[in-house]
């Protein structure tokens, strides 16, 4: 069973006991364990299930390679799965729960998986599922989702109550790893004058050195990491963080990292998690390595772990896997581990060694501890159900005959050591294969490169191929040289520290135990514990024909889970490439995607949820609408109100009032969204030609003009009103959603294609509130306020004055979008209130009725005038909406005007702009399409047109709608059939005129 | 994320502070041209491995369209000149050449 020492642990607060749950047990541990060493400390081996065989997993790693020790964590609101148990600080109060598993984690339905495992190999759901076509929606695919995956999301109800934010960050260097490589290299570059930017994943400065041993100037590593640590901080042009890990490397420089501010200690309150955002000229990478498992039957089981993590276990938090642990290996390495237990009073049946002739100083050093070592020898199979019971010994160049079964609780196994290679892949790094050491390493020829051409990550110390401490040591100095010389800096310090260390003797590759494994051992030898994906498995992929470790990679999902592979890739791919019988580095690796281990999505959000997920623009007339029972509407960024509802009215109501009260005594409109946008210079009115379909070049001064404005390739894109101001200044009003792309699309022409020509452009939207006053009372109204003739004689419609109306600067335009008689006044936006208010009191004589957007729509569809985005889409051109007379014939040019000669333009076939009255009198569904007869090439029913506007009508009583139908107008008084929701149901329209309500235009013309 | 520098502010502008516009140095066709050249001028791109001139404007800054050189394989970015030319500009190109012996882009190369 796993125990907690009674002395040790370098991590531990023995001061500071902790209570925490697991499955709602509740068990203690110390500040400063991490819920994987708590749990083990408490024996509990087995913390969750597998994701498709439901084995039983336990804790495989001490870091954030761990693949199985994924928990759900916390409750309610603050419910996160997939929480690795090895990354989770402990304290008081925390909860967890482990994953995949029903009813219980010891009593486990699913676990059937596992004694079917052998009819369910790699690719299994692709072949079995995918017949009959129907059954995968309803039958496989569901019950693949309840049996197979890890946690369960939070529920979508729930609102994450913590904050999150993102920083911003410019250093010169960034050093990614503050293990002893990053701390020298840090210390090496900072020396020259350099920013530089320090950060750790972990809580802990020093990475593996401190429990791996040797000296460094003479000292042990924790007093040099303290030292170094030390001398940094107190460097003005140096930051170091902990709890901040490297998430990704993008383009030019660019770096995500991840803070976990609150995570180990939720009661201190604040920011939880930080998106640090980082510009650094160099990045480098000391990033250390991973320890890979070896492929042995049953190397899945709880109780067998790498070697480096059974020893972090022990010296950091003084926390025994096992009381009798062997260790099995083909490197030195693992032999400390065995020194590490032995010396902590544990007992160590046997170090199994794979290579025939053993190790060097340390295989003696553990022999003079009287540990009986096997060289030559393997793991055969790990017996056990939930825990480690025995192993059997066998030798590892056979198959698999058992010499010994060797009883124990734990197993300690170290296949080599691959550098983490992730952040310099993320950005186009390459990789080389190392023979000797039987891993990919940086290949500095072919570095990730910036905007200058120049690399700009460094790989130092183990994450750079160096493995031992003096070697290590040395490559960090030597990087930060050169990372320094790369940025034209003069060096400082060059020194390396003096390193006392253990030789080692060289590894040898191991990628199957033993060698001649047959099916039975290699169908239970792990390859990726979090996807159980089995030697077997890639054996069986490659003899499929899935020779690209790519393709391999996905039908087996080999490295495809949260952990992304991080145990598994090597040796996974090294079993493809024998499978193939090719070298590893001809099959190559996978691609390596940022971020290195899983980010929180409320820190990807940072600030931007609620209120400021993007900025609202409020118009000046905003408050006023809040308080008179405004229900919003979101358009573009603006917030306009859909209409405003009265005590005990329903919003179709409301709309329905708005409608009535306008046509027949006077309605209100805040219009000031409306985009205006000032064009002037002398050769505004050329510009002007080009940009709008009609000749805005001959509109008088004074007078207004609809125009329609077009992309280049014919299609409308916005339309409104132009008013000549002066010589040599139009302003033209855009759609409110329009204004700044307009804009925008003015000013790509005039600076990329017209820049000689003289024109100024600029967007005063917000400079100014509008108001519509519409409806036969109109004119009265404004007469009420006085200060200007606003009668047909003085201001006929189309055209605009300036003035003064009740004694605030206005500009009066007489256009109409409802075919009331109407006045759209502007005034500057700090008069807009004052004005909305004079005009209501002056209203209510005549029951003045503020409206909305809906009854804007209702009335203007009455008049068959178009909506951009309701009747355009995008594949609309204006001859489609029957919008010929605003189309220039004169003009030589215009944008959109060549491709509107185009033969799919011109065709007659196209589907055109008509009215559709229902023969019931009701409402078109919105969108529905027109069913003709037949059926296309994929079997789906023809169509003849659809439906673009619908709105119930209160002036006729009946529905109404616009469309676009196949060859409409030639169509008039024709039934068409619209499908309903359901696709069955059919309504009758009739195709009518557009202008379904005073088409002579009486009610303006007065 | 890239940085490109802005030829008008000179500012070094992140990404996220400029729009894509597509191509440089295209020749606009309107009407009067025909079937052939008006397609190719609304619908036709380089979409080359290595050099590329490419519009951007500097949207969330000063405002103004500007021209990159850049390596669409790399990603090094060769110079930034303004909007407002018919060519890249001759220093330019021989940086680029300097860089890429042997480039050639539509009607641009090494040698023109």
Redesign the interface.
């Known amino acids: 069973m796993s125990i907690r020492l009674s002395t040790g642990g370098r991590f531990l607060n023995r001061a500071r006991p902790v209570r925490f749950s697991f499955n709602g047990q509740r068990l203690p541990g110390f500040l400063g364990d991490t819920l994987a060493s708590a749990l083990l400390a408490n024996d509990q081996m087995m913390v969750g299930r597998s994701f498709k065989y439901h084995r039983a997993r336990g804790v495989v790693a001490s870091g954030s390679e761990e693949p199985n020790a994924l928990v759900n964590l916390g409750s309610g609101n603050r419910h996160e799965p997939n929480q690795r148990a090895t990354t989770t600080a402990l304290f008081d109060g925390l909860e967890a729960t482990s994953q995949n598993h029903w009813p219980s984690l010891e009593f486990d339905i699913g676990v059937v998986n596992n004694a079917l495992m052998r009819f369910l190999p790699a690719g299994f759901y692709y072949k079995m599922f995918i017949h009959p076509r129907s059954f995968w929606k309803h039958i496989y695919e569901p019950f693949i989702r309840q049996s197979a995956g890890l946690g369960k999301a939070p529920a979508p109800e729930d609102q994450d109550p913590d904050t999150y934010e993102h920083f911003y960050s410019f250093v010169d260097v960034l050093v990614v790893g503050g293990g002893v490589a990053g701390l020298q290299a840090a210390l090496s570059a900072a020396q020259s004058g350099v920013k530089v930017m320090v950060i750790e994943q972990s809580a802990h400065w020093g990475g593996r050195a401190p429990v791996d041993g040797g000296t460094i100037d003479g000292m042990d590593p924790d007093a040099w990491v303290e030292k170094t640590l030390n001398t940094l901080k107190s460097m003005p042009n140096v930051t170091v963080h902990t709890r901040l890990m490297g998430a990704g490397v993008y383009d030019h420089g660019y770096a995500l990292a991840y803070e976990r501010l609150s995570d180990h200690d939720p009661d201190k309150g604040g920011v939880r998690h930080r998106l640090w955002r980082i510009r650094a000229a160099r990045i480098i990478a000391a990033t250390g390595a991973l320890e890979r498992p070896l492929s042995f039957a049953g190397n899945d089981l709880p109780g067998v772990m790498l070697a480096s993590a059974v020893r972090d276990y022990v010296v950091n938090y003084a926390t025994a896997p096992g009381q009798s642990t062997v260790v099995v290996t083909n490197n030195d390495d693992a032999y400390r581990t065995a020194i590490v237990l032995k010396n902590a009073g544990l007992d160590v049946p046997a170090i199994i060694d794979a290579r025939p002739e053993g190790g060097g100083a340390l295989m003696e050093e553990a022999r003079g501890l009287g540990i009986r070592i096997e060289t030559g020898r393997g793991i055969a199979r790990v017996r056990g159900l939930r825990r480690v019971v025995s192993v059997q010994l066998c030798e590892q160049d056979g198959d698999g005959a058992v010499l010994e079964d060797i009883p124990c609780d734990a197993v300690a196994m170290s296949g080599g050591w691959s550098p983490v290679v992730h952040l310099w892949s993320h950005c186009g790094g390459k990789l080389n294969w190392n023979e000797a050491g039987a891993f990919f390493a940086p290949d500095p020829d072919r570095a990730p490169t910036d905007q200058t051409g120049a690399p700009f990550v460094y790989c130092a110390g183990n994450a750079n191929g160096a493995m031992d401490l003096k070697t290590v040591l040395q490559d960090a100095v030597e990087q930060s040289q050169n990372v320094i010389g790369s940025l034209g800096c003069e060096s400082g310090d060059a020194s390396v520290p003096s390193v006392a260390q253990t030789q080692e003797a060289p590894l040898l590759p191991v990628w199957l135990m033993p060698a001649q494994a047959p099916k039975a051992l290699r169908s239970k030898a792990w390859l990726d514990y979090q996807n159980d994906v089995k030697v077997s498995d890639v054996q069986l992929a490659a003899q499929e024909g899935f020779e690209s470790v790519e393709h391999t990679k996905r039908y087996t999902t080999l490295g495809m889970a949260t952990d992304q592979g991080k145990l598994s890739n090597i040796n996974g791919l090294a079993t493809l490439s024998k499978a193939l019988g090719e070298d590893i580095p001809a099959v190559g690796t996978t691609t390596f995607r940022p971020p290195y281990t899983p980010i929180s999505m409320g820190a990807i959000a940072g600030e931007a949820r609620g209120a400021l997920f993007q900025p609202v623009r409020k118009t000046p007339l905003h408050d006023w609408h809040e308080a008179h029972g405004a229900v919003w509407e979101p358009v573009g960024q603006w917030r306009r109100p859909y209409c405003f509802r009265r005590d005990g009215e329903s919003t179709q109501d409301a709309v329905n009032r708005e409608i009535t009260a306008t046509r027949a005594s006077l309605g209100l409109l805040d219009a000031s969204t409306l985009g205006k946008i000032v064009v002037k210079g002398p050769d505004a009115g050329r510009f002007l030609d080009m940009m709008y379909t009609n000749m805005m070049s001959t509109l008088p001064v004074g007078k207004c003009r609809y125009g329609l404005m077009c992309s280049e390739n014919g299609f409308l894109s916005d339309d409104g009103v132009v008013a000549r101001i002066d010589d040599q200044t139009w302003l033209c009003h855009t759609t409110t959603g329009g204004a700044d792309r307009i804009h925008a699309h003015m000013e790509e022409w005039l600076q990329t294609e017209w820049w000689e020509w003289k024109v100024w452009t600029a967007n005063l939207t917000e400079q100014y509130a509008q108001i519509a006053v519409v409806g036969p009372q109109a004119r009265t109204v404004l007469e009420t306020l006085g200060g200007l003739d606003v009668s047909k004689e003085a201001l006929p419609f189309m055209h605009w004055v300036d003035g003064t109306l009740g004694g605030l600067p206005v500009r009066v335009y007489r256009i109409s979008f409802s075919g009331e008689l109407s006045y759209e006044i502007a005034t500057p936006a700090s008069h807009g209130r004052a004005l909305w208010d004079r005009l209501l009191e002056a209203g209510a004589a005549f029951d003045a009725t503020p409206y909305g957007t809906e009854a804007l729509h209702v009335m203007r569809a009455e008049k068959g005038f178009i909506m951009i985005g309701d009747e355009t889409d995008g594949t609309v051109i204006p001859q489609d909406l029957g919008l010929h007379w605003a189309i220039s014939k004169k003009k030589d040019d215009f944008l959109g005007k060549r491709a509107q000669q185009r033969t799919h333009m011109t065709d007659p076939d196209r589907w055109k702009l008509v009215g559709l009255e229902t023969l019931d009198g009701s409402v078109l569904p919105d969108g529905a399409y027109a069913v003709a007869e037949g059926r296309n090439a994929n079997g789906q029913r023809n169509t003849e047109g659809r439906v673009t506007s619908t709105y119930h009508s209160p002036t006729l009583g009946r529905g109404i709608a616009m469309g676009l139908v196949h060859r409409g107008p030639d169509r008039m008084g024709e039934v068409i059939r619209f499908a309903r929701d359901d696709g069955e149901t059919m309504i009758e329209a009739r195709i009518v005129n557009p202008v379904f309500f005073d088409p002579d235009g009486e009610k303006q013309n007065v | 994320?890239?940085?490109?520098t802005c030829p008008y502010c000179g500012v070094a502008a992140?990404e996220t502070e400029l729009?894509p516009?597509g191509e440089a140095h295209l020749t606009?066709?309107?009407?009067?041209?025909d079937?052939a050249e008006?397609e190719s001028y609304?619908f036709y791109r380089e979409n080359p491995k290595g050099v590329h001139f490419e519009?951007w404007?500097h949207?969330n800054g000063c405002?103004?369209?500007f021209h990159a050189a850049r390596?669409t394989n790399?990603?090094?970015?060769f110079g930034t000149y303004p909007?407002?030319t018919t060519e890249p500009p001759a220093a330019l190109r021989e940086a680029i050449s300097a860089?890429r012996p042997g480039w050639s882009w539509r009607s641009f190369s090494e040698e023109t």
């Open positions: 994320m890239l940085i490109l992140e729009a516009g606009r066709f309107g009407p009067g041209s079937d008006f609304l519009r404007r949207a405002g103004k369209w390596c790399t990603l090094e970015v909007a407002q860089k």
